[in-house]
């Protein structure tokens, strides 16, 4: 199934609610680093801890090792606006892209898995959240909860083809927010479950889409 996602640029799930841009916030995820200020004359070293924002790297690494730990270490795919490096996971040392969302597909078949995250400012954040999530969902297992474990992971089934969201609404991708919210009503009017046409589910995908499109507009 990875073998259809695109590592760049972001490849959102359908169905997953898109964070608008003025409610994203920063993150509290760092590392402990030593600062060294040498040694005295009897050799004792001097510094003190300190905590330092987590690099894209960094995140990546947490992400990567959580997957590794559940059996994962292959068949996995990182999907930011990131530039890539030669092996096509995120390069550090760029600027944050206007959209932080972080997506990560992993496993093929039955398997197949992704979890997505925007809720902060920053993807290196975003990545260490998805880390966290895998580490705290590692725990049940753990902790003898395999078949609870197996049901969450039911929510992080990933679809074969992300559906983009201008493809839904039938905009171009570099759509105005006018568009988009003309290309919505239109849409909605025949997509309501009140409708001959219409249904709960052709609604909750337009939805999707139309708050993917507003939220990369940076409404």
Known sequence: MTDKIDAHPLQWPPGWKRTPAAERTRAKFSKQVFVDRGKTAEGKQL????????????????????????????????????????????????????????AVYWGAGTNARCMAVDRYDRIADN????????????AIERHGG?????????????????????????VPANATREQVNEAYRRAAMKAHPDRECGST???TRLNAA?????ARLGA
């Open 47 to 102: 510094g003190w801890n300190s905590r330092k924002e987590i690099s894209i790297d960094q995140g990546t690494e947490r992400v990567l090792e959580e997957l590794n730990r559940m059996g994962f270490n292959r068949s996995v795919v990182i999907s930011s606006n990131l530039k890539l490096r030669n092996d096509g996971l995120p390069r550090s040392n760029q600027r944050t892209p206007d959209d932080p969302g972080i």
């Open 127 to 138: 990545l260490a959240a998805v880390a966290a999530t895998l580490e705290a969902m590692r």
């Open 210 to 214: 139309r708050d993917d499109g507003i």
């Open 201 to 203: 589910e052709l609604m």
């Open 146 to 170: 395999a078949a609870i474990l197996d049901r969450a992971f039911t929510g992080f089934i990933a679809i074969a083809a992300p559906e983009q969201w201008f493809q839904v609404l039938g």
